[in-house]
Structures are given as C-alpha cells and as structure tokens.
C-alpha cells in the first residue's frame, strides 16, 4: 500500500473552536506566558494551603524532582484545554483523569481521607487555578476586563472543570460566588510541613540540573506570585513582605514581559514549557487569524 500524502494546510480538516473560541475572555486572560506564568505560581501557593489537596501532591508529586515535568504537564494540559479543539481538549482531561485515579490516601495534619477524585478537593483546585491566572491578568493582562466579563471568564471556565469530573454546579461560577466560596473554605486552611516545603519551592526554587537555565526568572515570578496572594493568606503561610518588595517584583516582571518578546528568550520560554503547548498556542492563533 503507498504511503498517504501529508495532509497540507488546505487539505487539513477544519478544527472546531474548543470549549471557549477567540471570542472567549479565557483566550484573553490565558493568552499572556506572563499571566499564565505568574498566574500559575500563585496557584500552587495558596493550592497548597487545603490540607487534603496539599496531601496528595506531597505523597503523589514527582514535582521536586522533577519540577519541569510537572510545569510541562501543567502548561499543555491549561493550553489545551484554553486553545485546542474540543477532541484535543477531551483526551488532555481522560490522561489528567487517569492519574487522579490513584490519587489517594490519608492526610497526617487532619487525618481524613482524601482522593483527587473528590469534589471538594475538585473545586478548591479548579477555583483557585482559574482565580490566580485573573488576579495575574488584572496585574499583568494589558487590558482591563469588565466585570461582566470577569463573571463570563469564571463562568467559561466550569466546562473545564465538568471534563474533569468535577459537578458543574458545584463550581463558583461569577465574582461573587468565587467572594463567597472562598470565606467558605478560608477556616479549613492550614500551613503543613508539606505545604512549606511547596511554598519555598516557588519563593526559592532550588539551583539544580533542571531549573538552572530559568532559575533567576522563577525567583522573580516566584516573588511576582506572592505579592498577589491576599495579605492574611500571605500571614499564614509565612510569606508576608513589604510593599516595597512588591513593587520591585512588578517592575521586574513587566521588564521580563518586554524581553520575552525577543526572539531568544522566546524560544527559552517555549522550551521550559514544552513543544506541545508551544504548538497548541500557535495553532490557534493562525487558525483565529487566516
């Protein structure tokens, strides 16, 4: 049998638009590498302050030992999920649900049982990811949502969550059901030995083998993240710092957002993130703009 023709730009199939299109304000928000970089750290910070969803990283994360790994995985699963079509962002969220399968076991701190199948954990891990890239993006976005807007941004965002398992009516879904949800589970948050370990690791990423190319950026988005958590959050974790230090961590990242717009640092940025959510941007991009 002859070998099939590659398939050329007119030839390919036509990709529908996902689950939000370049009309969606997640394209906007999720668009910037600095939101999503910044917006990303700030997550697994205040992530690792539930007890229960900090237990299963701690006992189930290869992250320290391989922290590219994860940034990768993390990256192309949000690229995809944002900018691939709905088939691309469906078997992204099966492999996320494969892992979370053997996701379980037994918190010390609180002693309860947890599994990343859980809804509640779900929720917390789902609302704080999807909160952390619109605190970056009302930072670092470039343009001001409305707040109709930001409603829409958390309301777009459910579908995600559903293809991970997660009831949809379980998520915050507006502004202030976020407000909300949030003073809910504000009295449940706790500072564990496992959680500091995750905290250090994005104030003060370690100089190994695999982050020393990236090192001196982490520490200034690492510190970037920090000054958008919420102040008694910050308390808490034990990571509260001055105004002044947050104003020199915003300069920064806005001067690493200029650089980033250089050739070379741009393909350093697309090889810390990985080929796959490089390719998944880019396809929608030109597929958005023939």
Not at 47 to 69: E, F, N
Not at 138 to 145: A, E, K, S, T
């Amino acid at each position: 049998m002859a070998a099939a023709e590659p398939l050329t730009d007119a030839a390919m199939p036509p990709r529908d638009r996902g689950l939000f299109g370049p009309a969606s304000v997640t394209w906007r928000v999720h668009g910037s590498p600095t939101v999503a970089l910044v917006g990303g750290l700030r997550a697994l910070l205040v992530q690792s302050l539930h007890p229960l969803a900090m237990a299963g990283v701690a006992q189930h994360s290869d992250y320290r030992a391989r922290p590219l790994d994860r940034l990768r995985r993390t990256a192309e699963f949000v690229a995809t999920t944002t900018f691939g079509d709905t088939a691309q962002a469906a078997r992204a969220a099966r492999r996320v649900r494969a892992v979370h399968r053997r996701v379980r076991g037994v918190d010390p701190v609180t002693g309860a049982a947890y599994s990343a199948d859980d809804p509640e954990t779900q929720v917390w891990i789902h609302t704080v990811e999807i909160h952390s890239f619109l605190a970056a993006h009302r930072v670092y976005g470039g343009d001001r949502l409305t707040a109709a807007e930001e409603d829409r941004y958390f309301a777009e965002n459910v579908a995600v969550a559903e293809l991970l398992g997660t009831p949809g009516d379980r998520v915050p879904a507006t502004v202030e059901e976020v407000r909300a949800y949030f003073a809910a589970v504000r009295p449940r948050l706790c500072v564990s030995d496992a959680a500091r370990d995750a905290i250090s690791f994005v104030v003060a990423p370690p100089l190994n083998a695999q982050l020393a190319p990236y090192w001196p950026a982490l520490r200034v988005l690492g510190r970037a993240a920090v000054a958008l958590v919420p102040s008694d959050l910050r308390r808490l974790a034990g990571i509260d710092g001055s105004a002044a230090v947050d104003t020199i961590a915003y300069l920064q990242v806005h001067a690493m957002a200029r650089l980033l717009t250089l050739p070379g640092a741009r393909d350093l940025l697309g090889h810390a993130l990985g080929a796959r959510t490089r390719e998944v941007a880019l396809a929608a991009r030109r597929d958005s703009n023939p």
